[in-house]
């Protein structure tokens, strides 16, 4: 399943930068979407998700506050809005999906349950 981010860039700390995701081929609105970040020498990590009833749940830690997850089933695209960003945000960012059969939905936070990949996009936060 091809899915394709953009909007990734080079920014200054404080700095706002909005993400898309679109999976042009996806059953999209049976699909929960997820955005996840991995740092150069570091594992991938979540950042957040939304499942397709719309419940959101973020990496509390990392994002709280700052990032937000959206989709637009109409458009089969997700969302990250990044506002205040700070040089630890710096990392590929990758939007991933996975089959939603439980009703109702269960949000997921781990790469192994997610199935579907893009190929990511570059963030920099300078300070």
């Known amino acids: 399943v091809r899915m394709v981010e953009s909007g990734g860039g080079l920014v200054q700390a404080g700095s706002s930068l909005g993400l898309s995701c679109t999976a042009p081929?996806?059953?999209?609105?049976?699909?929960?979407m997820a955005w996840f970040r991995q740092a150069p020498g570091k594992e991938r990590e979540f950042v957040a998700t939304?499942?397709?009833?719309?419940?959101?749940?973020y990496n509390d830690d990392a994002v709280k506050g700052r990032f937000t997850i959206s989709r637009d089933n109409a458009k089969n695209a997700v969302y990250l809005q990044m506002n205040s960003l700070k040089p630890e945000d710096t990392a590929v960012y990758y939007c991933?999906?996975?089959?939603?059969?439980?009703?109702?939905?269960?949000?997921?936070?781990?790469?192994?349950?997610?199935?579907?990949w893009g190929q990511g996009t570059q963030v920099t936060v300078s300070s």
């Open positions: 991933a999906g996975r089959l939603s059969i439980a009703a109702p939905a269960v949000p997921r936070n781990r790469t192994e349950d997610f199935g579907s």
């Open positions: 081929s996806l059953s999209f609105s049976s699909f929960d």
């Open positions: 939304i499942t397709r009833d719309g419940l959101r749940v």
